[in-house]
């Protein structure tokens, strides 16, 4: 069984913007994304449908045409397939981000 077992973290992303780590649990993938002071995420959509959840930090998450949501600690967000999105941030954020599905080596 893998009731409580350490999943492999891997790094898909460490550079001046952000650190981007994921954990593939065999279909669902648990990702946390450190994004650093005055940045951004690039804007960018998927196939799949994402939860985001704030971890640390403020943060604004803007999708699609709607007006930008500021991020609240605790507040999970979602984010359905196909509808572009992106997070920034002044003082950096800590976010979580679950999804069905698996980005592959890319």
Known sequence: SDWGCVMEIRTRADNERYLVRDMDMGGFTASITELHPSQSTLGHSHPWTEAYL????????????????????????????????RVSTDAGVSFACFFVGDRGSK
């Open 54 to 85: 704030l971890i640390e930090g403020i943060g604004t998450l803007h999708v699609g045409v709607k007006d930008p949501y500021v991020m609240s600690r605790g507040t999970i967000y979602k984010i359905s397939a196909g509808v572009d999105h």
